[in-house]
């Protein structure tokens, strides 16, 4: 194995020019695909910790009415804050939500709205919720850049919010949007005014009630009440992890290109060789390789594309991908538009499990299409090898 | 006297199909060839000279007959022991020299001696030993393109005989060759078998080979026509 890996090395060397080609051609493949592969690793990473700073925290405890996806469950879903929970409330290890349907007229438009209510002085997410303490004779605002977007609402923009109370009754006030935050979790934004708990539960007469409760941590130990339902930080994750399969299987097409590209480069340098190495094969044969040998050495010669591919991607590749990891990729267009949680500028996250798992696909790839054309050689009569004919 | 003997061919037949039929290129081959010999396979093209050495040298095997090379019978060796055979008794040299085109001369002497993994100390002593013998150590770093014809086919010898084969096979090794090459590579091999007792097989039609052959084999449609020996006088061979 040796004496072939030298013999590749040096016939590759000599080869010169088509061999840079294909090896050129095949760094990229190694670079571009550990650059995807590595944008999707962060998207999924920042979109998970979005997630977790501005709306799901370290998991939560659903009242077991509240359906996020249907508005109507949120007549019915609060209840008072359960026994068990309490405690948590108390030392901020969870901090209660009350969410309820709403309407805002801003300049005469009628926009619904899931009217959330949170404690001023919560910590456990990014939300700058400590605004709300705002001194405002209306219901003071958050809302989000997106939500800004759509209603064309600005800080200090004052509207009338309608909303329901408990017993079904329409009551309005004039609220006043004291900060718009920026974030990049649609869910978290989109649709979604944030008022004090207190004011909310008030207004609706749900005094002590709450829809949902966020753990500061995810390992928190809680008994969940009867009533009310646990979602982990995983499964509320869930829709990332799927959105970013179903986002990879669509790049998986673009590698297959990227390396069928590659990989044609190197079949048709194999073919070529072994149609115009003839002689040389006959000649090994001459000196004492099997025919199985040299069937290995052109399998080796032809592997051995990738690993200078791979030093050649080390030596351009590692400076770029550090540099991506560094200044990240900001994308042309804007993300906030895109209805999922991706940041305009996505930092790729690259893993040892990344680049060994390319470096290995690219490796056996590349060893497959080196040995497929090289087969021919076991069948070649040396004697005619020897005198270069084509057989 | 069996210990002198390096070739033994028995009754050998080759037969190669073609079209519907076959085309028999040795009839009924019968030799022995013994240690040190400096013998020559002559005869016009399509005698079979090029078939005889290849079955010798163990790239082809026999339709009938044997063919004992250096005590291996070469028609019941499998593709490995073939090799082996090969790699350890048989060099080769070629009319159109067969050197690896990427590789320095150096590298190509040293391939033999790879491939029977020798230490690299003592490969780098056989290689320049070898280069020497050839008078081509000015040239170690040279590539083949580099070279003349004549240059090309030193290094060809140098890489045959740079392990000490028990037998070299040279198919018109002069047939690329001016004449003076010719004459200088001829003296160059003549040198060898002289000086190390390596036995040399040559196929050849030129003269110039053929006024050097100690022992000249006529071969003549697949048969054995003449087997002539040229007796050498003391001083002659000094």
């Known amino acids: 194995m040796r004496l072939a890996i030298k013999l590749a090395w040096r016939n590759l060397i000599g080869a010169g020019l088509r061999t840079w080609l294909n090896v050129i051609v095949l760094s990229f493949s190694f670079v571009i695909i550990i650059w995807m592969k590595g944008i999707m690793t962060g998207w999924d990473h920042q979109a998970k910790t979005d997630m977790t700073n501005w709306e799901i925290g370290g998991g939560q405890i659903w009242h077991a009415e509240y359906d996020p996806y249907d508005p109507m469950t949120l007549n019915d879903a609060h209840g008072p804050v359960p026994e068990a929970l309490a405690q948590g409330v108390e030392s901020g290890a969870l901090m209660p939500v009350l969410i309820v349907q709403g309407t805002i007229y801003p300049e005469g438009r009628m926009v619904p709205v899931a009217v959330r209510g949170v404690d001023p002085g919560q910590t456990i997410l990014q939300l700058p919720a400590h605004r709300l303490d705002t001194v405002t004779d209306a219901i003071p605002a958050l809302i989000g850049t997106q939500m800004a977007h759509t209603t064309r609402l600005k800080a200090g923009d004052r509207m009338i919010l309608r909303w329901r109370d408990i017993h079904g009754t329409f009551d309005a006030r004039e609220m006043e949007i004291v900060e718009i935050f920026s974030c990049t979790v649609p869910t978290a934004d989109a649709g979604q005014i944030y008022i004090p708990l207190e004011t909310l539960r008030e207004m609706t007469l749900l005094n002590g009630e709450t829809t949902l409760f966020t753990f500061r941590n995810e390992d928190t130990a809680v008994t969940v009440p009867e009533g009310w339902t646990l979602k982990t930080k995983k499964e509320l994750t869930r829709q990332v992890d799927e959105l970013i399969q179903t986002k990879s299987a669509g790049q998986s097409v673009l590698f297959g290109v990227l390396l069928l590209l590659a990989m044609l480069a190197i079949f048709d340098t194999q073919v070529l060789s072994i149609f115009r190495r003839q002689k040389e094969i006959g000649t090994y044969i001459a000196l004492g390789y099997t025919r199985g040998e040299v069937v290995g050495l052109f ?46 500028t996505l930092y790729p996250v690259y893993t040892v499990g990344l680049v060994i798992s390319t470096i290995l696909i690219v490796l056996m790839t590349t060893a497959i299409v080196s040995y497929w054309p090289s087969r021919r050689i076991a069948r070649m009569n040396p004697t005619e090898a020897l005198r270069g004919r084509l057989q | 006297m069996e210990n002198h003997v390096l ?109 029977l993994k020798i230490p690299a100390e003592e490969r780098r002593r056989m290689v320049m030993d070898a280069l020497e013998w050839v008078g081509l150590v000015p040239k170690v770093k040279s590539k083949p393109p580099q070279l003349s014809g004549g240059e090309c086919q ?78 050498v006088s003391k001083t002659e061979s000094l």
């Open chain 1, 299 to 344: 399998t080796v010669e032809g592997s051995m594309h990738a690993v200078m591919a791979a030093m050649l991607a080390t030596a351009y590749g590692l400076p770029f991908l550090l540099w991506q990891a560094k200044e990240g990729w900001t994308m042309p267009l804007d993300t906030s538009q895109f209805g999922m949680a991706i940041a305009q």
């Open chain 2, 7 to 115: 070739i033994r061919i028995d009754g050998l037949v080759k037969r190669f199909p073609m079209g519907q039929g076959e085309f028999t290129a040795l009839r009924d081959i019968s030799l022995t060839i013994g240690r040190g010999e400096f013998t020559g396979l002559v005869g016009p093209s399509g005698s079979g000279k090029t078939t005889l050495l290849n079955i010798v040298g163990s790239l082809d095997v026999p339709t009938e007959g044997a063919v004992v090379v250096d005590g291996r019978s070469v028609g019941r060796l499998s593709t490995r022991e073939a090799a082996q055979l090969r790699k350890e008794r048989l060099g080769f040299i070629f009319q159109s020299y067969n050197l690896l085109a990427v590789h320095t001369v150096y590298e190509n002497v040293e391939f033999p001696l790879l491939l």
């Open chain 2, 154 to 231: 030193r290094v060809a010898i140098a890489r045959a005989m740079v392990k000490k084969p028990s037998l070299v096979l040279a198919d018109e090794p002069t047939a690329n060759l001016d004449a003076a090459n010719s004459h200088h590579i001829l003296q160059t091999m003549e040198k060898l078998n002289r000086e190390l007792g390596t036995t040399f097989l040559f196929a050849t039609h030129d003269d110039k080979v053929i006024s050097y052959l100690r022992r000249k084999i006529y071969l003549l449609d697949g048969r054995v026509d003449k087997d002539e020996i040229i007796v």
